[in-house]
């Protein structure tokens, strides 16, 4: 999230409720290709899709690793609708994955909400303290398919940290 120029404006805004920022690393911009791909890849279930961005991930994995990748989780309904959890459909081709969140149902999609409908979310994960417990110094990846307002990455992060205090958490994501 820093640029060449210093601190983007989410860092700068996020650098007022969290003196620890997160350091996230997209790979993608989000622009109008990527909407289309996450429309068909999310929204209409095309799995397929999937292995889109693998090699590409390969390339930047072996570069960037971790002890542990943490995949931000979906809710149950999405999961039952879809058949997939879109973030480890993307990255779990590439690195091991680490599940030890979950997600409590949200009454209304991130998709849908505004993005100061997305900052004000409540707290939506839960540890898995049976999972969390070998995280315990160790470097972890957390890895989302998209950062949008970065809240969803601080939420997950928060609980990673209550469930698991001194973690050395940094954040993927494919898109930005």
Request: charged letters at 20%; one cysteine or more.
């Amino acid at each position: 999230m820093q640029t060449q120029q210093g601190l983007c404006q989410d860092c700068l805004t996020w650098q007022k409720n969290y003196p620890q920022l997160l350091h996230n690393r997209a790979l993608f911009s989000y622009n109008a290709a990527m909407q289309d791909f996450f429309k068909q890849y999310k929204t209409s279930g095309d799995y397929q899709l999937s292995t889109c961005f693998t090699s590409v991930l390969g390339q930047f994995f072996k570069k960037v690793s971790a002890d542990i990748y943490v995949p931000v989780p979906t809710d149950t309904r999405s999961y039952q609708k879809r058949g997939f959890n879109p973030v480890c459909g993307i990255f779990g081709a590439v690195v091991p994955l680490y599940d030890c969140l979950n997600k409590r149902e949200l009454p209304v999609k991130q998709a849908h909400k505004n993005r100061g409908e997305r900052l004000a979310m409540a707290q939506p994960f839960q540890a898995n303290m049976d999972k969390c417990r070998p995280l315990a110094r160790k470097q972890i990846i957390l890895l989302d398919d998209v950062y949008t307002t970065g809240r969803t990455l601080f939420h997950a992060r928060d609980c990673l940290l209550k469930a698991v205090p001194g973690l050395k958490i940094t954040t993927v994501t494919l898109a930005r």
